[in-house]
């Protein structure tokens, strides 16, 4: 089975950070990635899908980048409702694996 | 829009069997092109992917869970549910169900609507 590695666990951001989330898969899986983010109570929310495609309604500030084994999550400029946890999931060979989480939180 | 709501026991003893249902509404599990599956997450932890079905009867299983896990259809009441044998307090969690689309032609399944979830406590 194909392993991912979500780093950092925790990352402390001011409101207007550039944030960079990073996954590392264990072997190649193309494109085959998509971001959630949650917050606390809450199902997760589709952000990212095939690595780099901005889901309908998500703002423009989150983006995806990445192919083969290393992706990112950048948020541009955070905002006071961006405090969040955030995951990487893969689809590889009809296996669905998330990521360990990364937990947004004020400086 | 697609509305998606889990429902089932709340506590369970150790060695039951925990037994959710999912009901959608707003769109037809039948729907071609579409999967349904169930992710849990015990308290204050990620997100573990426990099962996919397609309506046809097509699955998927997380390896860790197959031997203990069953996810059956039932088109006529738009619902799938999950079956979860030989319960430990290790499978206390959060259980979501959600929708599988395909979000860009030819790509891969994504969960792009989910349930609000449903606590499960397994304890004696």
């Known amino acids: 089975a194909v392993q991912m590695t979500q780093s950092p666990s925790s990352l402390p951001a001011s409101v207007g950070d550039r944030v960079t989330i990073t996954c590392r898969a264990s072997?190649?899986?193309?494109?085959?990635l998509g971001w959630y983010q949650q917050k606390p109570g809450k199902a997760p929310k589709l952000l990212i899908h095939?690595?780099?495609s901005l889901q309908s309604g998500v703002p423009s500030r989150f983006s995806g980048s990445g192919f083969g084994t290393d992706f990112t999550l950048t948020i541009s400029s955070l905002q006071p409702e961006d405090f969040a946890t955030y995951y990487c999931?893969?689809?590889?060979?009809?296996?669905?694996?998330f990521g360990q989480g990364t937990k947004v939180e004020i400086k | 829009q697609l509305q998606l709501q889990e429902s089932g026991p709340g506590l369970l003893k150790p060695s039951e069997t925990l037994s959710l249902s999912c009901t959608v509404s707003?769109?037809?599990?039948?729907?071609?092109?579409?999967?349904w599956g169930w992710i849990r997450q015990p308290p204050g932890k990620g997100l573990e992917w426990i099962a996919n079905?397609?309506?046809?009867?097509?699955?998927y299983y997380n390896p860790s869970l197959k031997s203990r896990v069953t996810i059956p259809v039932d088109t006529s009441k738009n619902q799938f549910s999950l079956k979860l044998s030989s319960v430990t307090a290790a499978d206390t969690a959060v259980y979501y169900c959600?929708?599988?689309?395909?979000?860009?032609?030819?790509?891969?399944?994504?969960?792009?609507?989910w349930g609000k979830g449903t606590l499960v406590t397994v304890s004696s």
């Open positions: 079905i397609y309506y046809s009867g097509s699955t």
């Open positions: 999931l893969l689809d590889y060979n009809h296996q669905w694996t």
């Open positions: 959600a929708r599988l689309g395909t979000l860009a032609p030819g790509g891969n399944y994504y969960f792009d609507y």
């Open positions: 072997q190649g899986i193309g494109n085959a």
């Open positions: 707003g769109a037809s599990i039948s729907s071609h092109g579409y999967y």
């Open positions: 095939g690595a780099s």
